[in-house]
């Protein structure tokens, strides 16, 4: 596609279920990132991927999320046992690095509500 | 840490203003400064970027102006339109790192 895209777009969910949000990075992409954003606030680093490894997972807020990213491409992110803190917009973003240069391209995002 | 802040977190113009939005850092080790626009419901969508070697930068409708002395950076737009109403963050990049992006700077402009 042209863009990055993610899904689900909308997600409620009970808390204490799991949850998987998709990102499907710009074709030939090889930086993947996964941001969070709550309602009126700035972005939350969560993970970042460089092809299939994760060299930064620093943002990670607790075990229960948790990422991968397979064939260079598709990545999922996993909250297990979501509680009512994690609602929030989960963003991804892609790059390709050139030398210094690189831009970020973000997804739609997926809006999470844990009921 | 690094940080990043914008002066206002709201600015409401006219259509046909001209807008200015700024935006103060504190890591001088970026590459590059890039403005973000957000709209409602949708992702940030990449605007305009400016190196650290620059101090002004051009595109259609924006301006980037680059301060390197005092940390500070600005995003001027020109004939502002109601399609320009949005969330607006800066971010210093870095290649192959986060951005951090701040609150942002919410511009609403009325016909």
């Known amino acids: 596609g042209a863009g990055v895209s993610q899904s689900p777009s909308n997600k409620v969910t009970e808390k204490g279920k799991d949850v998987e949000l998709r990102c499907d990075p710009i074709s030939g992409h090889t930086a993947l990132y996964w941001y969070r954003q709550s309602l009126g606030q700035g972005l939350e680093f969560l993970i970042y991927f460089q092809g299939n490894s994760a060299p930064d997972k620093s943002g990670l807020p607790s075990d229960r999320f948790s990422a991968e990213r397979t064939g260079g491409s598709v990545s999922t992110l996993t909250i297990q046992r979501t509680q009512q803190e994690d609602s929030a917009v989960y963003l991804c973003?892609?790059?390709?690095?050139?030398?210094?240069?690189?831009?970020?391209?973000f997804g739609p995002g997926t809006r999470l509500l844990v009921l | 840490g690094e940080s990043v802040g914008l002066h206002l977190p709201t600015l409401s113009v006219q259509e046909g203003d001209n807008s200015i939005i700024n935006c103060a850092y504190s890591n001088s080790a970026s590459d590059y400064f890039i403005w973000y626009k957000q709209e409602s419901g949708k992702g940030p969508q990449f605007i305009i970027d400016?190196?650290?070697?620059?101090d002004k930068r051009q595109g259609q409708r924006v301006t980037v102006l680059l301060n390197k002395t005092v940390k500070h950076l600005s995003l001027q737009i020109a004939a502002t339109q109601p399609g320009d109403s949005a969330v607006y963050f800066c971010a210093p990049e870095r290649a192959g790192t986060a951005l951090i992006f701040g609150k942002g700077t919410t511009l609403s402009v009325s016909s």
């Open positions: 973003a892609s790059s390709t690095l050139t030398g210094v240069q690189e831009t970020q391209y």
């Open positions: 400016i190196r650290s070697n620059m």
